[in-house]
């Protein structure tokens, strides 16, 4: 069982940068695609930025340009730049393993001035 946790999150005001992680408790080599997602309050869950096996990373438009995704040996970060009150979200650390898919219990960003 892939266990993951996210840590980061917290209130910042708009314009500022923050930096989740996501631990887990197997190799991050052994995963064949790293992660984030967001989901606001009273919308869906969705994509912000994707990273595969090979490091090659895609964003969502609306983060593109100020959200990095990276990985080192044991865990994988969303480093967050410029921030805007639309950011606002619980974010999510999602990986897949083999065909299987493992979610973190997210970690609450608040954008607020």
């Known amino acids: 069982q892939v266990r993951l946790t996210e840590s980061g999150g917290g209130l910042v005001q708009p314009g500022s940068s923050l930096t989740l992680s996501c631990t887990a408790n197997i190799n991050i080599n052994d995963m064949r695609a790293m992660n984030w997602y967001r989901q606001p309050a009273g919308k869906q869950r969705e994509l912000v930025a994707a990273m595969s096996r090979s490091g090659r990373a895609n964003y969502s438009p609306s983060v593109s340009g100020r959200f990095t995704i990276s990985r080192d040996n044991s865990a994988i970060h969303l480093r967050m730049d410029r921030l805007r009150p639309e950011d606002t979200a619980v974010y999510y650390c999602?990986?897949?393993?083999?065909?299987?898919?493992?979610w973190g219990q997210g970690t609450r960003v608040t954008v607020s001035s």
């Open positions: 999602n990986v897949q393993v083999d065909l299987l898919n493992f």
